[in-house]
């Protein structure tokens, strides 16, 4: 059982998301190289069909990237980012104009425009503000919900050998840091995410993955990200293309363990995984 003290609602646009049945966050990367579908959406006409897909097969939240952060990435420049995200978020609001959006960037500078300027909504900060210093300041002042989300070193450096002591303990101890730092930057809504394959081993991810409950004790909603990752088909033998069945698994278990949000490439499986599990975490609770 959550905490009795758990947020489960954001504030989105004057309107509250609500957490009671989780929700689920469509992926959208407009870069050449991303793990799974880096430039499948070459163009803006594409990314707008895409949005409207996802949709219509029942997202609540649709996450734009235009920096791919696989391990090993270097990046592009903010200029650069935001020329895509401009481009991406522009074509997907004039055809979606009532969808949350999501801007996935960990560069002030750049959330700000895309908020501002193309009616971005909700902040992914895959630092928690520690890769630019003015993010945690910026976001307070646009008063948007913000996700951060724990990362161990860079996307360059970070799955050179992680280690951890206890690695959800030691999760739960950077985000109880960072949600001080976040309130006292006026971040009101706040969702954190404990970044699988982020700074972490396969084995560190599945720990996580187990033990997502022990994260209610911030008192926030978490997020959980596994969608086609590594620590999917590296156990497989597989690739991302055939890492979906995987992906449902971990979703249901995340979903048992009391996950807020899903984050997906695949919309339609999401919301069948939790239509189902909350069923049967419904039953659970009742025969306690």
Sequence with gaps: MEPKNTIRSICVRGRLLDFSVPAVMGIINYTPDSFYDGGKYSD?????????RLAEEGA???DVGAV?????SS?????????????AIGAIRKVLPEVILSVDTWRSGTAASMIRDYGADIINDISAGRMDDRMLETAGKLKVPYIAMHMQGTPVTMQDNPVYDDVINDIILFFSERIRIMRDAGIDDIIIDPG?????TVDHN????ARLRELHMLELPVLAGFSRKSMIYKVLGSGPGQALGGTIALNTVAVMNGAHILRVHDV???????EVAMRLKRVLEKNK
Excluded: M, Q
Aim: no cysteine; net charge negative; glycine share 14%.
């Design 44 to 52: 803006p006409n594409a990314v707008a069909g895409h949005a409207v």
């Design 60 to 62: 609540d939240i649709i």
């Design 68 to 72: 791919s952060t696989r391990p090993g």
């Design 75 to 87: 990046g592009i420049s903010e200029k650069e980012e935001t020329g895509r995200l401009s481009e």
């Design 196 to 200: 699988f394959g982020f700074g972490k």
């Design 206 to 209: 599945y720990e996580i993955a």
């Design 268 to 274: 339609s499986e999401a919301r069948d995984t939790i």
